[in-house]
């Protein structure tokens, strides 16, 4: 004779959860994992100086006065941001080299050395170095196009053409103003390599003399003077200045 006691002791013992479900009953779902929540962002903070630079190229009036403050202050911020002749290198150097970073640098590095060859005195020669390095630039840039354009139509290989001979023409024009300048300062070393210069100096001014009578007039020796310099084509202007010098 079975004892009943150890079917009951199953019941108890045996969870709920555990028991299969009868045959057609509906399998409760499982209940969802609960992810531990997310660290929240911290926040962001700006200094003075940043807040203000951010207003100011969201183009709010409120900040002028901050913004003038801050630019007496760190002067190299208007610097970095006026140089509109910096920002047109760099979109050159955008052009070509594209994304390739290592012809980026090497191109940047390449301007620098052109600068300091041909080095600049002065602020007015300073400029002219920058025309001619930023000329130097767009050749190179129009003449790389004209040798990739082997696939192009004739008419675009000439429109190509005479960006080059455009961007030529603007790199010499620059380099004439700069000996140009150098020659008038009197004798300064216009560095063409790194390892030639040539020097430019003014013929000796001869002292101011009265003229004898039947001599050479004043302006005929000016104009001597400025053919000697210039050649026949000086502006009228820099021949009126050297007669008053």
């Not at 509109?84 to 301007?111: C, Y």
């Not at 620059?174 to 216009?190: D, F, H, P, Q, Y």
Request: glycine share 6%.
């Amino acid at each position: 004779m079975l004892d009943d006691t150890d079917d009951e002791d199953d019941d108890v013992l045996t969870p709920a959860a555990t028991q299969p479900a009868a045959q057609g009953a509906p399998v409760p779902a499982p209940a969802p994992a609960v992810e531990p929540e997310a660290a929240a962002p911290a926040k962001q903070t700006y200094t003075p100086l940043q807040a203000t630079l951010m207003l100011a190229q969201r183009g709010n009036p409120a900040c002028l006065q901050p913004l003038r403050k801050a630019l007496d202050e760190h002067p190299e911020i208007w610097q970095h941001y006026g140089d509109l002749g910096g920002a047109v290198e760099r979109t050159w150097i955008m052009q070509i080299a594209e994304k390739d970073l290592l012809i980026t640098e090497s191109v940047t590095r390449q301007l620098d050395a052109l600068r300091q060859e041909l080095g600049g005195a002065n602020r007015l020669e300073k400029l002219i170095v920058e025309r001619i390095v930023s000329a130097w630039l767009q050749v190179q840039h129009a003449e790389h196009g004209l040798a990739d354009s082997g696939q192009e139509g004739l008419r675009l290989r000439q429109f190509r053409l005479r960006q080059v001979e455009s961007a030529e023409r603007r790199f010499q024009a620059a380099s004439r103003n700069l000996a140009l300048v150098r020659r008038l300062l009197g004798g300064v070393e216009m560095h063409i390599t790194h390892e030639h210069k040539v020097n430019l100096p003014l013929p000796a001014s001869a002292p101011a003399v009265d003229p004898a009578p039947g001599a050479e007039s004043p302006s005929a020796a000016v104009g001597e003077r400025r053919e000697q310099l210039f050649g026949a084509t000086a502006p009228r202007a820099m021949v009126k200045e050297m007669e008053h010098a």
